[in-house]
């Protein structure tokens, strides 16, 4: 019998093997990846180590759907954790019955072509998603009431279908509740077991990345990967239908430079400073404010900003007070009668401001 685990890496789901191994069940686990979880590198690493099989499962539009609308709402962030961990097991169920019936085999249980669905869930763990009525919830929805496994918890659980049958022995697993993870570590350090840190979980969970992500709903129809992305960089502001990202460091200035969709209008100071995107309407004020952020992050107190789809344009910045003629001059900016600039170079008058006057535009 082939036991099929929701694995996340993490030190939960990891034990769960662990415990399925050492009563000589085979593992097959399943990693879910999306812009916002998943390291499939880890995992395929303890994968060869412990031995078990390895399946890496990218979401679809599906899942970006339930996110936009969630039937059960989210948590402390933009997590649908409810329906997040239904779509997963209704897939994982899937995933279950192919191989299974590649394999020819059956599961003497429930008389169809599944194996053992199993998850690292803890009991009282988490209060978005493993409370005792949601653990419920997720069976009945699922169609997989009693043919859950989970180890950790499953002497405080009513017996699976599994335990039942005796395919699995209910007196090898765990009674583990509430949100201490102290006998988890216990057990860690006992099988030698490496696991990923909570830090690293779901960005969706993070209260900045769900502000940023809300604001991509609202205004963004049809979203890329690349939009998912680019939330995961830079400084995030917003004037009307116009979204500006400035570059934090030199990695994220490149990154930005990658994730730059056709249209896009790129900005970088002549010196130090970031790389800043411009999407939407490239509007003299969308322009502007992309310009003056540009300059207020940079080392410099006047510049001269090259943008465009190829920084092909240039605009002359300064600070309050400089004269402008002169730094445009020296910048190669020429004057002729009448004229205060070249067509090359287009004036715009911004004083460097505070950065406390465009927090307003933040994301």
Do not use: W
């Given at each position: 019998?082939l036991?099929?685990?929701?694995?996340?890496?993490?030190?939960?789901?990891?034990?769960?093997?662990?415990?399925?191994?050492?009563?000589n069940?085979?593992?097959?686990?399943?990693?879910?990846v999306?812009?916002?979880?998943?390291?499939?590198?880890?995992?395929?690493?303890?994968?060869?180590?412990?031995?078990?099989?390895?399946?890496?499962?990218?979401?679809?539009?599906?899942?970006?759907?339930?996110?936009?609308?969630?039937?059960?709402?989210?948590?402390?962030?933009?997590?649908?954790?409810?329906?997040?961990?239904?779509?997963?097991?209704?897939e994982?169920?899937?995933?279950?019955?192919?191989?299974?019936?590649?394999?020819?085999?059956?599961?003497?249980?429930?008389?169809?072509?599944?194996?053992?669905?199993?998850?690292?869930?803890?009991?009282?763990?988490?209060?978005?998603?493993?409370?005792?009525?949601?653990?419920?919830?997720?069976?009945?929805?699922?169609?997989?009431?009693?043919?859950?496994l989970?180890?950790?918890?499953?002497?405080?659980?009513?017996?699976?279908?599994?335990?039942?049958?005796?395919i699995i022995?209910?007196?090898?697993?765990?009674?583990?509740?509430?949100?201490?993870?102290?006998?988890?570590?216990?057990?860690?350090?006992?099988?030698?077991?490496?696991?990923?840190?909570?830090?690293?979980?779901?960005?969706?969970?993070?209260?900045?990345?769900?502000?940023?992500?809300?604001?991509?709903?609202?205004?963004?129809?049809?979203?890329?990967e690349?939009?998912?992305?680019?939330?995961k960089?830079?400084?995030?502001?917003?004037?009307?239908?116009?979204?500006?990202?400035?570059?934090?460091?030199?990695?994220?200035?490149?990154?930005?430079?990658?994730?730059?969709?056709?249209?896009?209008?790129?900005?970088?100071?002549?010196?130090?400073?970031?790389?800043?995107l411009?999407?939407?309407?490239?509007?003299?004020?969308?322009?502007?404010?992309?310009?003056?952020?540009?300059?207020?992050?940079?080392?410099?107190?006047?510049?001269?900003?090259?943008?465009?789809?190829?920084?092909?344009?240039?605009?002359?910045?300064?600070?309050?007070?400089?004269?402008?003629?002169?730094?445009?001059?020296?910048?190669?900016?020429?004057?002729?009668?009448?004229?205060?600039?070249?067509?090359?170079?287009?004036?715009?008058?911004?004083?460097?401001?505070?950065?406390?006057?465009?927090?307003?535009?933040?994301?």
């Amino acid at each position: 019998m082939l036991a099929y685990v929701l694995y996340s890496g993490g030190l939960d789901s990891g034990l769960a093997i662990r415990l399925l191994q050492e009563q000589n069940i085979k593992v097959v686990a399943v990693h879910f990846v999306s812009p916002f979880f998943g390291n499939p590198e880890f995992c395929r690493l303890i994968a060869k180590e412990q031995k078990f099989k390895l399946i890496i499962k990218k979401i679809d539009r599906k899942y970006l759907n339930i996110l936009r609308n969630p039937k059960y709402g989210y948590g402390s962030g933009l997590n649908p954790c409810l329906d997040c961990h239904l779509y997963m097991f209704k897939e994982l169920k899937k995933i279950s019955g192919k191989n299974t019936r590649f394999q020819g085999k059956r599961c003497l249980v429930c008389k169809a072509n599944e194996g053992i669905i199993v998850t690292g869930d803890v009991l009282g763990q988490r209060p978005k998603s493993q409370k005792l009525n949601d653990l419920r919830l997720i069976e009945k929805e699922a169609k997989l009431e009693n043919r859950i496994l989970r180890p950790l918890s499953a002497k405080l659980l009513p017996e699976t279908e599994y335990e039942k049958k005796g395919i699995i022995n209910r007196e090898k697993l765990l009674g583990i509740k509430g949100r201490s993870r102290k006998k988890q570590l216990e057990l860690a350090k006992k099988y030698n077991l490496k696991f990923l840190t909570p830090a690293g979980g779901c960005l969706l969970a993070d209260k900045e990345f769900a502000k940023k992500l809300k604001d991509l709903f609202e205004h963004k129809k049809i979203i890329s990967e690349k939009d998912f992305e680019l939330l995961k960089v830079g400084r995030h502001f917003r004037i009307s239908e116009n979204k500006i990202v400035v570059g934090r460091n030199e990695k994220e200035n490149r990154k930005i430079t990658e994730l730059k969709g056709r249209g896009d209008f790129i900005f970088e100071v002549k010196g130090i400073g970031p790389t800043t995107l411009l999407q939407g309407k490239k509007n003299k004020e969308a322009i502007k404010l992309a310009a003056k952020l540009t300059l207020v992050y940079s080392d410099e107190e006047k510049a001269v900003v090259k943008y465009g789809k190829n920084l092909e344009k240039t605009l002359v910045c300064f600070a309050n007070g400089a004269s402008f003629q002169s730094f445009a001059k020296a910048n190669g900016a020429s004057f002729s009668k009448g004229k205060r600039m070249s067509k090359k170079t287009n004036e715009i008058k911004v004083g460097k401001p505070k950065r406390k006057d465009i927090e307003k535009f933040r994301v």
